[in-house]
């Protein structure tokens, strides 16, 4: 799930100056009110409530059909025309009937109602009809628990289009358009931080580490927001490395340089098609993915003006960004833009592999604690088909061990020569050891 996905909605509405209403409770009131009394107003949906509003032509979404070209044809419910059908005495009984079969807001068979059994009728609306059937005009139910009277009265208060300001409801913040607390199927990415021990999906965060206060717009320095969102994840891929030696980084500054070139060169565009046929993400892109969504969707939630001069697609579009670090691994550079005009300069491995040899030299000449292994990790190469060996970083594993199976003989006598293959998380660390063995 795009973490801005609502947000884009918001936005797309707001440029095409469409009203919006932000609903202090569910839509289901503010729909029924703006339609109520209206002719030709229809409110098409699958949710049975609406049969319960007064004045509000319902259409259920099933009996909508559009297959004629010249028209359209529908089943329009009213409540009054409702109340009719099943012989009720009064429209408002059909309210009363629904807190008898149960809502959103109470529960008949928890709820204690005066001269009513619940547990004859659950499950079966014929059976809750007929009761409501007998009832005189202006028919309530009733309890002796006083919350449920407070629930019941906000119930009929609802559906008959009252005022709700009396009621304690959730106060809602208008400035927010992303909520924390929509949990969702589309949440449950792994936080690479938290390891889980069950196979229980863990809802992602952002890291404690992210300089959230970095990441308001400031018109002085930034000339976008875009500015702004790379400016706190700089400071958090900095701050991470020197603190924990780059452990626990939800993105990495590879990421930052491809998400930084996609800002630059258009790449954002939801429009793009993708150029690489058959590639499959990596997972340690999608951690990064999101992190960079979330960091929009928090900054698309500040008051400020500059915030909405876009469509949040036009920041990051999580295929895109995805499909070029696929791209940029698979050919062995890493993107990188050092300035407003310039072009996007390609940062070639081989040079990089270079200025790493330089830094390693020294240390090659030194002895390090897997030489004192030596015969016994050969002899152990030599006797298995699997050697597994551990040692503690900066021993020498990926450096020394190379080398020592290339000056010892071949396993086999017979073979003149032996293949190494080099596996490494990243792309430039396996080209370094192949040029250090060369």
Known sequence: KCRYFKAEIIETLRQCHIPQVYC??????DMARAVTGQHNAYIVGQDSDFCFFPRVNYIPMETLDVSNAQMATAVVIQRSELAQELELTDENLLVEMAI????????????????YNPKKCVGRAEKVLEFIQTQPPGYQVTSPSEDTQECLRFIRSLYQLESLDEYDLYERD?????????????????????????????????????????????????RSLKDAIL?????????????????????????????????????????????????HPSWSDVPAAYL???????????????AHMALPSALFNQQMFLEDMYKA????????????????????????????????????????????????ILENIANNRVTIIQGETGCGKSSRI?????????????????????????????????????
């Not at 202090?24 to 009131?29: N, R, S």
């Not at 959103?104 to 005066?114: E, G, Q, R, S, T």
């Not at 969504?293 to 500040?302: D, R």
Request: proline share 7%; glycine share 6%; net charge negative.
């Open 402 to 438: 190379p080398v020592m199976v290339l000056n010892a003989p071949p396993p086999d006598p017979s073979l003149s020569k032996v293949k190494i293959f080099i596996s490494q998380p990243r792309r430039i660390a396996a080209k370094g050891l192949v040029e250090r063995v060369r």
């Open 231 to 279: 400016r706190c994840l700089e400071a958090y891929v900095g701050n991470v490395e020197i603190e924990n030696d780059g452990k626990g980084l939800m993105m990495t500054r590879d990421h930052l340089q491809v998400f930084r070139a996609m800002q630059l060169n258009g790449s954002a565009s939801n429009n793009k098609k993708s150029s690489t046929p058959d590639w």
């Open 329 to 376: 691994r698979k050919s062995g550079v890493v993107p990188d833009v050092v300035g407003e005009n310039d072009d996007e300069n390609i940062i070639d491995s081989h040079l990089a592999i270079q200025n790493k040899e330089k830094d390693f030299e020294v240390g090659e000449k030194q002895t390090l604690p897997i030489d004192e292994h030596k015969d016994r």
């Open 174 to 222: 208008q400035s927010k358009i992303i909520d924390e607390d929509d949990l969702d199927a589309g949440d449950l990415v792994l936080d690479p931080n938290k390891a889980p021990k069950a196979a229980k999906a863990l809802r992602p965060s952002v890291p404690d580490e992210v300089p959230l206060e970095l990441l308001k717009f400031d018109i002085r320095v930034d």
């Open 24 to 29: 202090e409770e569910e839509a289901d009131g």
């Open 100 to 115: 008898l079969m149960g809502n959103d807001y109470v529960n008949p068979l928890k709820a204690k109602f005066d001269g």
């Open 292 to 306: 960079v969504e979330k960091m929009i969707a928090l900054a698309l939630e500040q008051k400020a003006q500059m």
